[in-house]
Nanobody
Framework: QVQLVESGGGLVQTGGSLRLSCAGS????????MGWFRQAPGKEREFVAA???????????EYVESVKGRFTISRDNAKNTVHLQMNSLKPEDTAVYYC???????????????????WGQGTQVTVSS
C-alpha cells in the first residue's frame, strides 16, 4: 500500500525558510507524478508545485504563480522522497501542506487535486508577521 509522510513544517518568521520533505513507501516513485498542495483555514486546497514525469528519468516542474522564485520542488528517486524548499516565506503561505502522488501514465491536469490518488497527512506551516 502506498503511503506518503510529510515532515519539516513548523513556525517561522516572515522572510524565513523551511524545507518540507515527503517520504513515499509501498512502491518505486521514479515514474510517479508528485505534487504539493496547501490548505489554509476556511479555504480550498490549493496547488503549490509539482514535479511531473515526462519521460524515462525526465521531469518537468510547475509552480503556482504566487510561489515562483521563492519555492523549489525537487525529488530524490533513490530515496523515494520529494522536497519543497520554501524561502522568503510570507504570512499568506501559512497553511497545512500536503504531499500528493499520481501513478497514472499521463497527468492532464496536474494542478487539480483530483488528479492525485495518494495523499499524505499534511504538515503545518505557520509564518508569523
Amino acid at each position: 500500500q502506498v503511503q506518503l509522510v510529510e515532515s519539516g513544517g513548523g513556525l517561522v518568521q516572515t522572510g524565513g525558510s523551511l524545507r518540507l520533505s515527503c517520504a513515499g513507501s509501498g512502491r518505486n516513485f521514479y515514474n510517479v507524478h508528485m505534487g504539493w498542495f496547501r490548505q489554509a483555514p476556511g479555504k480550498e486546497r490549493e496547488f503549490v508545485a509539482a514535479i511531473l514525469r515526462s519521460g524515462i528519468n525526465q521531469y518537468y516542474i510547475e509552480y503556482v504563480e504566487s510561489v515562483k522564485g521563492r519555492f523549489t520542488i525537487s525529488r530524490d528517486n533513490a530515496k523515494n522522497t520529494v522536497h519543497l524548499q520554501m524561502n522568503s516565506l510570507k504570512p499568506e503561505d501559512t497553511a497545512v501542506y500536503y504531499c500528493a502522488a499520481a501513478a497514472t501514465y499521463s497527468l492532464n491536469t496536474p494542478r487539480s487535486s483530483r488528479s492525485y490518488e495518494y495523499w499524505g497527512q499534511g504538515t503545518q506551516v505557520t509564518v508569523s508577521s
